[in-house]
């Protein structure tokens, strides 16, 4: 359980105790970010008899990607999922994924779906691997979405055929390619 004090600085400490565990407490600018973290904290460290989306990601990220690149990204996505997956790891359906998918594709792209169902799927192997949860994966019954067609490759492309048009050519007298457009944009640190 979190308890949370207003300190005199005006910062916000939380305090997080389970029983069986030793008291976990870091203190906060905002009491919005104090409770986020106890979520995260009891999300981890209580044991659970039934894993919710939002706990299983937590307990997955914690485990797997700590001190990784991709961990504040995976923290994100788990947040989302947990906001639209509330209930129990049990109870989801491959038809809760599936309206999920078809609700998610209409506000994002759907590279952007793909990597949501992808970490969703990461959640349920690592239950029945790691975690020694016997559960089927909804998640793998459910076509993922197919990328974009217009991603940077083909921008790139676009960029180098403008270049290549105007008669421009690279150092070496070369026409523009890709990767030279890509390393053109790198050497006058330039971004889409």
Same mark, same amino acid.
């Given at each position: 359980?979190?308890?949370?004090? *207003? ?21 906060? !600018? ?61 109870? $989801? ?8 998918? $078809? ?64 008669? *421009?050519?690279?150092?070496?007298? !070369? ?18």
């Amino acid at each position: 359980m979190a308890n949370f004090r *207003l300190l005199p600085s005006g910062n916000w400490n939380a305090q997080v105790r389970i029983k069986g565990k030793s008291p976990q407490s870091k203190t906060f !600018s905002t009491k919005a970010e104090a409770e986020s973290w106890a979520n995260q904290i009891e999300a981890v460290t209580m044991d659970r008899k039934h894993h919710t989306i939002y706990t299983l990601g937590m307990t997955y990220c914690e485990t797997m990607l700590k001190g990784k690149g991709s961990y504040d990204h995976a923290l994100k996505i788990v947040e989302h999922l947990g906001r639209h997956f509330t209930q129990p790891i049990h109870e $989801i359906t491959p038809q809760m994924i599936n309206d999920f998918k $078809i609700m998610r594709l209409k506000k994002v792209k759907p590279s952007t779906c793909r990597t949501q169902l992808a970490f969703m799927s990461r959640f349920y192997r690592f239950a029945k691997r790691g975690l020694l949860i016997d559960i089927h994966n909804p998640v793998s019954d459910i076509a993922r979405p197919k990328p974009d067609l217009h991603d940077k490759i083909n921008t790139l492309q676009s960029v180098a055929n403008c270049l290549n048009a105007q008669g *421009l050519r690279t150092a070496r007298g !070369s026409e523009f390619t890709p990767t030279a457009v890509r390393r053109l944009m790198l050497a006058f640190n330039v971004s889409f």
